[in-house]
């Protein structure tokens, strides 16, 4: 059955405007989308599934419907008055030398480089003499820069390296070994996803992929994760499998990491994005057996470093706010752990270096952090340049050194250098982003949400942004899978607030911010206090006079995706704009495509029970667009290769929307070929889909001015 016929040759009757507005109202006619008669079961209840055509993303049809989408799409967005200016506007803040902090590999030391619009970073190394030589080109790998570098990891020597491939932006990847020596590819492996690179001396190294999906890999569930070891130089055929694999024990997460003495082998085994299992094994003793050190999933662990007999770790296993914990090898079961840091009531995230370990904690979203010896004594505290986050303080035992970025939402990030003995701080690399650092200031507040929970928040603008009128504000949301939103500079969001935006990122429930009850608070069935959370810091920063709803634009990805879809369907006035960026937005069907089960912990699934089935279908963005509504100026952005989370979601979401949405507000698809879930990205293309997103809001809000 053909699904589509073209949409009336892509419906080009385009922009037609209307009366009221010549200027700023373009009534659009959208590609028509066919419904298909599909439904689902549910406890006895009836769900029907008109779209589940567009799930076949790679199909004729889904394709036909992509590039008409598309044409409606990128024919408004090339109208609008501000693209041009967000574009000069972000080339010129992205257009600067970049430079990461340097790490030591064998002979050299390796670093990455960007010269300013290069679409991926260059990876660099200088000897002890200081002579530099370009190591690896990412740019080189394909001709429109959609191929990129991930996970570069070198053998114990130094002499090979290791680094994934992706192309198109997917999850799926190859692995190339390089001899550092020559700079020749000498090894190569594919079908690896979800997977770091551990070598074991320079004989090889440790990965982990899926076994081959029935269908399309792009889509095709994935449940059964298995660790290999890969003998450089052997085919793909003849490694070893280390761990998983066992039908009725199955894993989707599965992770080896090599200590960095060489002694063991720590393997991760999970089912979820929270909670592991921890295996040990001696690789002295040959063919040892994996010594368990947490055999159920009901909390985070993974290990530091070692010396001798002893690791070291990190948990939350008694301790929701994290802790660091010793024990040995012979005895490694949680009775016999030692504190080495013990919990506190701000939530714990810890580095080592040099011997030394590094606990940052988060104070309302912001870093302070400390340098303790192995026994966990303070050696010092380190004084950061003022509120913001601090990351780094990481690298090997014997470094005298280590370097760490500072940066928050108005101050671009800036590396320093610490001496680990005397504790002497200087400055490695200033940034030379173009970004009048002064003009802007950042403030937080803390808000009430609709059970009474206070919720802070951090509200960035320039100082002189007049007060006298609701003011265009960005209002930025994740709040799942315990991930927290730190203040970080971003050249994309400067471009906002140098055009006249407001940013605002409120630290609601669901994220890590305050620990494991803080997460937990925005999972399964209290998801929707993530969603009461969002919402009334739109109605907070409403109430302060800073915006009304007619200047309120709302944006995230991923989980930020559902998190505005889920808010724009339950409260449509609320907003002038929704940017819901690859979003997971069909929560009955989320778990049925690649590695979704994974986010159960966060989500439950349909399936689970009738309680939870309901729940999900009460929030679920695809299932909740109401006919006759009139919803905001909606641009949904997704790309064709996120096999993360999966493009059909968007499909889906936007046929309802375009389907039931009445009004002129445009609600309209933008895809982007060859690209992914947003990891590597190249930066031509970063330049274009922001400059979009930014232009649309614009031209979306004020109306009624």
Same mark, same amino acid.
């Given at each position: 059955m053909k699904k589509i016929s073209i949409f009336t040759l892509l419906t080009f009757g385009l922009f037609a405007c209307t009366s009221e507005d010549s200027e700023r109202v373009v009534k659009l006619t959208y590609p028509k989308t066919e419904k298909v008669e599909v439904s689902d079961e549910y406890f006895g209840n009836t769900v029907v599934d008109p779209y589940r055509w567009l799930e076949d993303d790679r199909s004729d049809e889904t394709g036909e419907w992509v590039d008409a989408q598309n044409a409606v799409t990128f024919e408004y967005l090339s109208n609008l008055e501000t693209v041009g200016e967000f574009q000069t506007r972000l080339t010129r803040l992205m257009d600067y030398p970049k430079e990461s902090a340097p790490f030591r590999e064998g002979e050299y030391e390796y670093f990455y480089r960007n010269s300013g619009l290069q679409n991926q970073s260059l990876i660099y190394r200088r000897d002890d003499r200081g002579e530099e030589e370009l190591f690896l080109d990412p740019n080189s790998l394909s001709t429109d820069g959609t191929t990129s570098v991930a996970a570069l990891s070198f053998s114990h020597s130094g002499s090979l390296a290791a680094y994934q491939i992706s192309e198109g932006g997917a999850d799926w990847r190859s692995v190339a070994v390089m001899d550092t020596n020559t700079? $020749?590819? #000498?090894?190569? #492996?594919? &079908?690896?996803?979800?997977? %770091?690179?551990?070598? =074991?001396? &320079? $004989? %090889? =190294?440790?990965?982990s992929r899926y076994d081959q999906p029935k269908g399309n890999e792009l889509t095709a569930k994935t449940d059964q994760h298995k660790l290999y070891f890969h003998k450089v130089g052997e085919q793909q055929e003849a490694d070893t499998l280390i761990f998983g694999g066992d039908p009725?024990?199955? =894993?989707?997460?599965?992770?080896g990491q090599v200590t960095e003495d060489q002694q063991y082998l720590i393997i991760s085994g999970a089912n979820s994005t929270s909670g592991n299992r921890l295996y040990v094994q001696n690789l002295e003793e040959k063919s040892s057996p994996f010594r368990p050190v947490v055999e159920d999933e009901s909390s985070d662990i993974y290990v530091l470093t070692s010396i001798g007999d002893t690791l070291y770790a990190y948990t939350n296993r008694g301790a929701d706010n994290g802790r660091v914990v010793s024990f040995s090898y012979a005895v490694s079961n949680p009775t016999s752990w030692i504190d080495v840091i013990e919990e506190t009531e701000h939530v714990l995230t810890v580095s080592t270096v040099g011997g030394y370990l590094f606990a940052e904690?988060? #104070?309302?979203?912001?870093?302070?952090?400390?340098?303790?010896d192995l026994e966990g004594n303070l050696i010092r505290e380190i004084q950061l340049p003022g509120p913001g986050s601090a990351s780094g303080f990481s690298g090997k035992s014997d470094e005298t050194t280590t370097f760490y970025s500072f940066t928050n939402y108005h101050t671009p990030s800036t590396i320093f !250098?610490?001496?680990? $003995?005397?504790?002497?701080?200087?400055?490695?690399r200033e940034s030379l982003a173009d970004f009048e650092v002064g003009e802007y200031v950042s403030e937080q507040v803390f808000y009430t949400?609709?059970?009474?929970?206070?919720?802070p928040m951090i509200v960035t603008k320039k100082k002189d942004l007049p007060v006298d009128?609701?003011?265009?504000?960005?209002?930025? %949301? *994740? %709040?799942?899978f315990d991930i927290s939103l730190t203040p970080s500079f971003s050249s994309t969001v400067a471009a906002w607030m140098e055009a006249g935006g407001v940013y605002a990122v409120p630290n609601i429930r669901g994220g890590g911010e305050y620990g494991k009850d803080w997460h937990l608070a925005g999972t399964k069935l209290q998801k929707q206090n993530v969603f009461d959370d969002f919402i009334a810091a739109a109605e907070y920063l409403i109430d302060q006079g800073l915006t009304d709803s007619n200047h309120l634009v709302l944006r995230g990805g991923s989980n930020g995706g559902l998190l505005v879809g889920a808010v724009m369907t339950q409260r449509p006035e609320l907003a002038a704009v929704a940017l819901p960026a690859v979003g997971v937005l069909d929560m009955l069907r989320y778990h049925t495509f690649t590695a979704g089960a994974g986010w159960a912990y966060d989500y439950g699934t349909s399936e689970q029970s009738e309680e939870m089935f309901q729940y999900l279908l009460g929030y679920s963005p695809v299932h909740n667009v109401e006919k006759g509504t009139n919803y905001p100026a909606t641009l949904v952005t997704t790309g064709d290769h996120d096999d993360r989370v999966v493009p059909a979601h968007s499909f889906k979401f936007a046929a309802h929307l375009q389907a039931k949405h009445v009004g002129n507000n445009p609600v309209l698809i933008r895809i982007e070929k060859d690209a992914g879930h947003g /990891?590597?990205?190249?930066? +031509?293309? #970063?330049? $274009?889909? *922001? /400059?979009?997103?930014?232009? =649309?809001?614009? !031209?979306?809000?004020?109306?009624? +001015?």
């Amino acid at each position: 059955m053909k699904k589509i016929s073209i949409f009336t040759l892509l419906t080009f009757g385009l922009f037609a405007c209307t009366s009221e507005d010549s200027e700023r109202v373009v009534k659009l006619t959208y590609p028509k989308t066919e419904k298909v008669e599909v439904s689902d079961e549910y406890f006895g209840n009836t769900v029907v599934d008109p779209y589940r055509w567009l799930e076949d993303d790679r199909s004729d049809e889904t394709g036909e419907w992509v590039d008409a989408q598309n044409a409606v799409t990128f024919e408004y967005l090339s109208n609008l008055e501000t693209v041009g200016e967000f574009q000069t506007r972000l080339t010129r803040l992205m257009d600067y030398p970049k430079e990461s902090a340097p790490f030591r590999e064998g002979e050299y030391e390796y670093f990455y480089r960007n010269s300013g619009l290069q679409n991926q970073s260059l990876i660099y190394r200088r000897d002890d003499r200081g002579e530099e030589e370009l190591f690896l080109d990412p740019n080189s790998l394909s001709t429109d820069g959609t191929t990129s570098v991930a996970a570069l990891s070198f053998s114990h020597s130094g002499s090979l390296a290791a680094y994934q491939i992706s192309e198109g932006g997917a999850d799926w990847r190859s692995v190339a070994v390089m001899d550092t020596n020559t700079l $020749e590819v #000498i090894d190569r #492996i594919d &079908d690896v996803k979800f997977s %770091g690179l551990s070598w =074991f001396g &320079d $004989e %090889g =190294f440790y990965y982990s992929r899926y076994d081959q999906p029935k269908g399309n890999e792009l889509t095709a569930k994935t449940d059964q994760h298995k660790l290999y070891f890969h003998k450089v130089g052997e085919q793909q055929e003849a490694d070893t499998l280390i761990f998983g694999g066992d039908p009725k024990n199955k =894993f989707r997460y599965v992770s080896g990491q090599v200590t960095e003495d060489q002694q063991y082998l720590i393997i991760s085994g999970a089912n979820s994005t929270s909670g592991n299992r921890l295996y040990v094994q001696n690789l002295e003793e040959k063919s040892s057996p994996f010594r368990p050190v947490v055999e159920d999933e009901s909390s985070d662990i993974y290990v530091l470093t070692s010396i001798g007999d002893t690791l070291y770790a990190y948990t939350n296993r008694g301790a929701d706010n994290g802790r660091v914990v010793s024990f040995s090898y012979a005895v490694s079961n949680p009775t016999s752990w030692i504190d080495v840091i013990e919990e506190t009531e701000h939530v714990l995230t810890v580095s080592t270096v040099g011997g030394y370990l590094f606990a940052e904690y988060m #104070i309302d979203a912001i870093s302070s952090v400390k340098q303790l010896d192995l026994e966990g004594n303070l050696i010092r505290e380190i004084q950061l340049p003022g509120p913001g986050s601090a990351s780094g303080f990481s690298g090997k035992s014997d470094e005298t050194t280590t370097f760490y970025s500072f940066t928050n939402y108005h101050t671009p990030s800036t590396i320093f !250098e610490l001496s680990l $003995e005397s504790g002497v701080v200087t400055t490695y690399r200033e940034s030379l982003a173009d970004f009048e650092v002064g003009e802007y200031v950042s403030e937080q507040v803390f808000y009430t949400s609709k059970d009474g929970t206070k919720v802070p928040m951090i509200v960035t603008k320039k100082k002189d942004l007049p007060v006298d009128k609701p003011l265009p504000t960005m209002l930025y %949301g *994740y %709040g799942g899978f315990d991930i927290s939103l730190t203040p970080s500079f971003s050249s994309t969001v400067a471009a906002w607030m140098e055009a006249g935006g407001v940013y605002a990122v409120p630290n609601i429930r669901g994220g890590g911010e305050y620990g494991k009850d803080w997460h937990l608070a925005g999972t399964k069935l209290q998801k929707q206090n993530v969603f009461d959370d969002f919402i009334a810091a739109a109605e907070y920063l409403i109430d302060q006079g800073l915006t009304d709803s007619n200047h309120l634009v709302l944006r995230g990805g991923s989980n930020g995706g559902l998190l505005v879809g889920a808010v724009m369907t339950q409260r449509p006035e609320l907003a002038a704009v929704a940017l819901p960026a690859v979003g997971v937005l069909d929560m009955l069907r989320y778990h049925t495509f690649t590695a979704g089960a994974g986010w159960a912990y966060d989500y439950g699934t349909s399936e689970q029970s009738e309680e939870m089935f309901q729940y999900l279908l009460g929030y679920s963005p695809v299932h909740n667009v109401e006919k006759g509504t009139n919803y905001p100026a909606t641009l949904v952005t997704t790309g064709d290769h996120d096999d993360r989370v999966v493009p059909a979601h968007s499909f889906k979401f936007a046929a309802h929307l375009q389907a039931k949405h009445v009004g002129n507000n445009p609600v309209l698809i933008r895809i982007e070929k060859d690209a992914g879930h947003g /990891a590597g990205t190249p930066t +031509d293309k #970063i330049v $274009e889909q *922001y /400059a979009h997103m930014f232009a =649309f809001a614009m !031209e979306n809000i004020g109306r009624s +001015d």
